[in-house]
């Protein structure tokens, strides 16, 4: 049986980037980068336990685009 999918979202916060996934924060981080990273990891160890999985942050104008997988 395929469990629901993890869908990770990287979100600006004030000055700080958030990781959200079903509208809980996974981790707040200085750098958009390292949310980037840090959900990714999230994304592939769900992945690993078969759940499908996907990673979506916004792009320089500020669109949601799919960051992982790509």
């Known amino acids: 049986m395929v469990s629901d ?3 990770l979202f990287v979100l600006r916060n004030g000055d700080r980037w958030t990781v959200m996934s079903d509208g809980i924060v996974r981790g ?5 980068i390292d949310a980037e990273e840090a959900a990714i990891r999230m994304a ?3 992945r ?3 759940r499908p999985s996907g990673v979506m942050s916004p792009d320089g104008g500020s ?3 799919q960051v992982w997988p790509n």
């Open 48 to 50: 690993a336990k078969g």
């Open 44 to 46: 592939k160890g769900a």
């Open 5 to 7: 999918a993890v869908e």
């Open 63 to 65: 669109q949601m685009r």
């Open 28 to 32: 707040r981080f200085d750098y958009k």
